[in-house]
């Protein structure tokens, strides 16, 4: 008897050892969507899994914010296969985006149970684009502009109200001119090779460059354009999911990091913490002049994760610029006035005083490029 019960020990022993390794194989990635058309369905996977190739008629899947999506492979090759997606996952295609992880589907794969499932991704996540990481920001309520004691404030154009802003991604850095090169096939900083090139800040560009190379970057990644134009003037698409430019609320919003002082180190700030003229200061000790951009990333990142967000560049925003807008805006998400000769642009630079890099400072400037100014991306979520 002693011995039966051994061997039917053994024997569960043994099933659930099988039944673990079933389990982990099936959820073990076989390699990362390449590229998505969202017009065809068509959709390019790389396969890193050598050992197991994808066949033709094969049925794999992408999970997104707890939902299943099934495709099928159509034409699979050594190393990358075309797949179709499944008519019953076609109306979930906005969703899939490059880099995501592919498995193959097995019997039992479903959505997630809805009250495990957030539409929001955690504060703090990261999606990756090529060489861009993007940062989820939180939503939430802020005090815009800047209070009476504020020294170097200016009273007409920093009116201090109550925004709401939604959720939304933040490029965690300043787009570099690497990646610009990359996307556009063209590098018109002034601060390039000569200084060191490709880890720093893209200038030189206009606002309408910025826009158009948010459009470029959402068509790399198979994302629908937020831009178009009509008879030369830009509008936006806010509900697409393709790459954008900040609203001044979304950039005030994130360069706070969730704090309400002037900068997001603090009161005061020096050239150990930013990019600036530290020969004029602010509540601070003279520092130096760095004369040139740094690197992307080089101080000290605010509470959300995101560099840079006082000095080296001014980062160019959505909105036409208008004194008097907030004064009367809307309490949650303003897109700044419809029209106006101007943009805004926020920040400030590495030739700029230190009351310019203030998180409230609202800068008005025409569309022209300079060697001051650069990018930072957002999208909707």
């Not at 039966?4 to 076989?30: D, M």
Request: hydrophobic content about 30%; some cysteine; charged content about 25%.
């Amino acid at each position: 008897m002693r011995k039966f019960y051994k061997l039917i020990l053994g024997a569960i022993v043994l099933t659930v050892t099988l039944s673990v390794s079933l389990s982990s194989e099936s959820e073990k990635s076989i390699g990362k969507i390449a590229s998505v058309n969202k017009n065809s369905k068509e959709i390019i996977i790389n396969i890193s899994d050598k050992n197991k190739p994808v066949n033709i008629g094969d049925r794999l899947y992408v999970r997104i914010k707890g939902k299943v999506i099934i495709m099928k492979s159509t034409f699979p090759m050594m190393t990358t296969s075309k797949c179709s997606i499944e008519s019953g996952s076609a109306k979930l295609t906005d969703l899939i985006t490059p880099g995501l992880d592919v498995y193959r589907y097995y019997k039992g794969v479903k959505d997630e149970e809805e009250t495990n499932v957030s539409t929001t991704p955690k504060p703090g996540t990261i999606e990756k684009f090529g060489d861009i990481d993007m940062i989820s920001i939180p939503g939430g309520v802020f005090i815009m502009g800047s209070g009476n004691n504020e020294e170097g404030r200016n009273t007409a154009k920093e009116f201090p109200h109550k925004v709401e802003v939604s959720s939304f991604w933040m490029s965690k850095y300043e787009i570099t001119q690497g990646v610009y090169k990359e996307i556009t096939g063209n590098n018109p900083s002034h601060f390039s090779s000569l200084f060191g090139g490709n880890k720093k800040p893209v200038e030189m560009v206009s606002w309408r460059d910025a826009v158009l190379f948010c459009n470029k970057l959402s068509i790399r990644h198979g994302l629908k354009q937020c831009y178009t134009f009509t008879e030369g003037i830009a509008s936006c698409d806010f509900s697409a999911n393709g790459f954008r430019l900040p609203t001044e609320a979304e950039w005030e919003y994130a360069c706070r990091g969730g704090g309400s002082s002037t900068f997001h180190y603090g009161d005061d700030i020096d050239t150990s913490m930013a990019n600036f003229n530290g020969t004029i200061p602010y509540k601070s000790a003279d520092g130096f002049f760095r004369n040139e951009t740094t690197e992307a990333g080089i101080f000290p990142a605010n509470n959300f994760g995101l560099y840079d967000m006082h000095g080296n560049v001014w980062e160019w925003c959505w909105d036409s610029y208008s004194e008097n807008y907030y004064r009367n805006s809307p309490a949650k998400n303003p897109l700044g006035p419809e029209t106006g000769p101007r943009r805004v642009k926020r920040g400030g630079c590495w030739i700029s005083p230190g009351k310019e890099l203030r998180s409230a400072n609202r800068e008005p400037w025409s569309e022209i490029g300079t060697n001051t100014t650069g990018i930072r991306i957002c999208r909707s979520m």
